[in-house]
């Protein structure tokens, strides 16, 4: 009998259970890979595109720090009186107190023994001011690292020739008092040489010793036409040379850029492109915040004077972290836009009625009275006063009335409001013989 072959039927499988399974693993893997590569490429991009930001920005700051070279070259070495004037500083002997010197009435004792024990460092002085320029070598490519303390001494040099001049006026030696006061402007000059901000201050604190110098010297002494009509002259001449704030604002943000630029230069470590990427951040509001200070000094301060408010005031470097070495020294060095510009209006106020003063001096010189009104200086003395002067604080034409024998002018000062020649509110230059 035949053997019966029982057969299992057989399981058909699908498509899919017929095919070996994919290896996950590897799919993984090379996905990983791809997007650590992809990456890659991305992080090598943004470095290589930070890198050309960097590099750009290296290339501006140079560029203008070239710019402030040709507007700010060296003085020549026959021609600077640095050493006269330093030798001057070493000379100076500080007052036992500043303030009965620069108060509204001196004290004439401690004036007379304050010049007294200067007579060595005025002399020097003196002839320092005998050169034309006064240049302590600052270096912009620096940044930060020049700063000297001789510069920031000019406050005390002004005080000395200001009282100097007050004290050889009271003393009936007119023309010398006016030489003095002829230094004072050379001082003015080359404070602000530099044309950074922090000289700035300096330069617009040594005028505003000019038109109380002269009311002083011209209220107590009569010097004689030629040399009123010379210092006019010089007065005039420094007044329309004068730099601008802008242009400050301008030298500035070179000196700025230049700073950060050697402080990442001198970055090193894991944390360089970190530095870097925050150093940019930095300079741009830097260069935001200067820039716009530099827009509001452009337009006249009457116009402005009532919205500038340094507490509501955005500083840009307020928002730098303070662990940065350039945040820290910047910092001490930029002033409040607001501030300067008032400054810089009173100093121009100052100057200008100083001009006006010397003036009407001259005009009662050559014609025996003072004139009855301001505009009788452009018609008789129209080599001094082609056009008069406007009031930086209002637009208008300076205030003036006679007084008895004398004549007194005025700004509204940086508030912009006449009150009508007060002394206390007002900026007034007065001749009261």
């Not at 304050?114 to 001011?129: D, E, G, M, P």
């Not at 329309?240 to 704030?245: A, N, P, Q, Y």
């Not at 509204?412 to 002394?423: E, I, L, N």
Request: with cysteine.
């Amino acid at each position: 009998m035949d053997e019966i072959v029982t057969h299992k039927p057989t399981r058909v499988r699908n498509q899919a259970e017929a095919e070996p399974p994919r290896d996950w693993l590897k799919t993984t893997l090379v996905a990983g890979v791809g997007l650590l590569v992809a990456a890659g490429l991305v992080a090598a991009l943004l470095g290589y595109l930070a890198k050309g930001k960097y590099n750009q920005f290296c290339r501006r700051a140079e560029l203008m720090v070239a710019d402030y070279r040709q507007a700010h070259p060296p003085a020549d070495e026959a021609e600077n009186a640095v050493a006269l004037f330093k030798q001057a500083l070493d000379l100076y002997a500080l007052p036992p107190k500043i303030a009965p010197l620069v108060s509204p009435t001196p004290d004439p004792e401690a004036v007379k023994a304050y010049v007294q024990s200067n007579a060595r460092c005025l002399a020097a002085l003196v002839a320092a001011t005998g050169k034309p320029a006064l240049d302590f070598g600052f270096d912009v490519d620096k940044g930060t690292a020049p700063m000297s303390s001789d510069v920031l001494r000019f406050r005390d040099m002004s005080i000395l020739l200001a009282l100097s001049a007050r004290q050889a006026a009271e003393a009936g030696r007119a023309e010398a008092a006016l030489d003095l006061a002829g230094r004072l402007l050379w001082l003015c000059s080359n404070s602000g040489r530099s044309g950074l901000l922090v000289f700035r201050k300096t330069q617009t604190a040594c005028e505003l010793a000019v038109p109380h110098t002269l009311q002083r010297i011209l209220s107590a002494s009569e010097p004689p036409a030629a040399p009123v009509a010379a210092l006019l002259g010089r007065l005039t001449a420094y007044a329309g040379s004068r730099s601008k704030l802008p242009a400050a604002f301008d030298a500035t943000r070179a000196w700025f850029l230049i700073s950060i630029r050697n402080e990442l230069e001198a970055a090193k470590g894991e944390k360089v492109a970190t530095r870097r990427a925050e150093g940019l951040r930095d300079a741009a509001l830097l260069e935001a915040h200067l820039e716009a200070a530099a827009a509001l000094a452009e337009k006249p301060y009457w116009q402005i004077a009532g919205s500038l408010s340094a507490e509501a005031e955005d500083r840009a470097i307020d928002r730098m972290p303070p662990w940065r070495i350039y945040s820290q020294a910047l910092l001490r060095l930029v002033p409040m836009p607001s501030e300067l510009i008032a400054d810089e209006a009173g100093a121009v106020a100052g100057l200008q009625a100083a001009r006006l003063g010397l003036g009407c001096r001259l005009y009662r010189l050559k014609l025996g009275k003072y004139p009855e009104k301001l505009d009788e200086l452009a018609e008789k003395l129209p080599e001094q006063f082609p056009e008069l002067p406007a009031d930086p604080c209002t637009g208008e034409p300076f205030r003036y009335r006679r007084t008895g024998k004398g004549c007194l002018l005025w700004s509204a000062g940086r508030d912009c409001r006449d009150d009508g020649g007060d002394a206390k509110k007002d900026l007034v230059f007065e001749l009261k013989q």
